[in-house]
């Protein structure tokens, strides 16, 4: 009686939460994977990397991802997830005249001067000063846009999308943590089961090409330069105020030195740099990934080995993934950020006092616009702060 009472407990609690810890792990990692990795492609192309080059690129990232989210989590007991710069290699995609070699001393500069700004405190002092509801309201407005995208694919694929979210508001009546998977396993139920031929594939095991890196003034000024910029404006600064915006006190020196070190070690392997995640991230800081607060780091473990199963069966998913219907991606990754979406706007607007810069954050992070190739994130924050400044000076 005592061990069938205990086997009910752990099916009731223990085990369903560390059930729920591997499908956020699954699903962050998928939709970061799938939802980026053509403008991956895009700036390997753009470079003139070979075949063998790009899949060590992509190999390479993966394995720097999973081994930075794991180690900084370990040592920090908070789920520290981390991505690869997705406005960066929007950047690369959109460069010309340089070579792969070029290439590859700009990531490699670019990963110096990551690792060099961690040995700086002020980075550090200005994140952690960022008031609670401004991070919330850039999380918001993060999120929002890829949350719009769910009812304007159902509008254009019904007979795809619609059973999808049926099934994803089925599932959450039962069982909340499972939605998000049931969701995609019906998507690809749905795209295979229609006709779509399976993927067919080459080799499940993809080797690292060292690449030899070519020293150029122009591409380190002209790439290396604006890469770090857009990298540190566009992905670690979002990243750490979605990290405090999940209630945790980031630990930016550490994140800062570990991903400038990685990042440095993989660009010999062709890959660009490696940063906090925002997107992939606010799927695994939600309360629903563990409800203890001080557990929820061993989400970052889940995430890491998910990472590296998707390194090294890297050709079979880039086949399977270019047989997936676009819209499929982004209804799921819609319908997963919609909890911490959610999150986002209770934290932000609950308080009155802030709710006007909070509301500043989330409309310009969620308008879409960049300027000097930086996103939206970095300037709904700026815009939030001048708000919460200016709100400042008038109560004084």
């Known amino acids: 009686m005592r061990l069938g009472a205990a086997v009910a407990r752990c099916a009731k609690a223990g085990c369903d939460v560390r059930l729920s810890l591997i499908s956020a792990a699954l699903v962050a990692a998928l939709v970061g994977y799938g939802s980026t990795i053509a403008l991956v492609l895009a ?35 908070m789920p520290v997830v981390l991505a690869w710069s997705t406005p960066g290699a929007a950047l690369i995609a959109a460069s010309s005249g340089v070579s792969m070699a070029q290439a590859v001393g700009a990531f490699i500069a670019t990963g110096v001067l990551i690792t060099l700004t961690g040995f700086f405190g002020p980075l550090e002092r200005l994140i952690t000063r960022i008031p609670m509801q401004i991070a919330a309201g850039m999380l918001g407005g993060v999120l929002l846009p890829f949350c719009l995208k769910v009812p304007a694919e159902a509008a254009h694929l019904p007979a795809l999308i619609l059973p999808i979210i049926g099934v994803f508001l089925l599932v959450r009546l039962w069982q909340p943590n499972f939605a998000v998977l049931a969701a995609l396993g019906a998507g690809l139920l749905l795209t295979f089961g229609r006709g779509t031929p399976l993927p067919m594939g080459g080799s499940t095991h993809p080797a690292l090409a060292f690449i030899w890196p070519e020293w150029s003034s122009g591409a380190i000024l002209g790439l290396g330069l604006p890469l770090y910029l857009v990298t540190m404006a566009s992905q670690n600064l979002p990243g750490f105020a979605v990290l405090k915006g999940a209630g945790f006190t980031p630990p930016v020196q550490a994140v800062l030195r570990v991903t400038g070190l990685l990042s440095t070690v993989s660009a010999f392997f062709g890959s660009h740099p490696i940063n906090m995640a925002a997107i992939t991230a606010a799927i695994c800081l939600d309360d629903t990934v563990h409800p203890d607060k001080s557990q ?58 802030g709710r006007f810069a909070a509301a ?19 300037w709904g924050l700026l815009a939030g702060l001048a708000v919460h400044g200016s709100s400042a000076l008038r109560r004084g």
Not at 52 to 62: D, E, G, K, P, R
Not at 321 to 349: D, E, K, M, R
């Open 360 to 378: 500043a954050t989330l409309i310009v992070a969620a308008s879409g616009v960049s300027a000097y190739g930086i996103g939206g994130a970095f």
């Open 296 to 353: 929820r780091w061993k989400v970052a473990l889940a995430y890491a080995s998910a990472w590296i199963g998707l390194g090294v069966f890297t050709p079979v998913i880039l086949a399977g993934l270019a047989a997936l219907p676009v819209a499929l991606i982004a209804t799921v990754a819609g319908l997963a950020l919609i909890t911490p979406l959610t999150g986002a706007l209770g934290a932000g607007f609950t308080a009155t006092e």
């Open 43 to 77: 700036a390997a192309t753009a470079l003139g990397a070979t075949s063998a080059q790009t899949t060590s690129w992509v190999f390479a990232i993966c394995i720097a991802k999973a081994i930075g989210s794991a180690s900084l989590s370990w040592w920090n007991r």
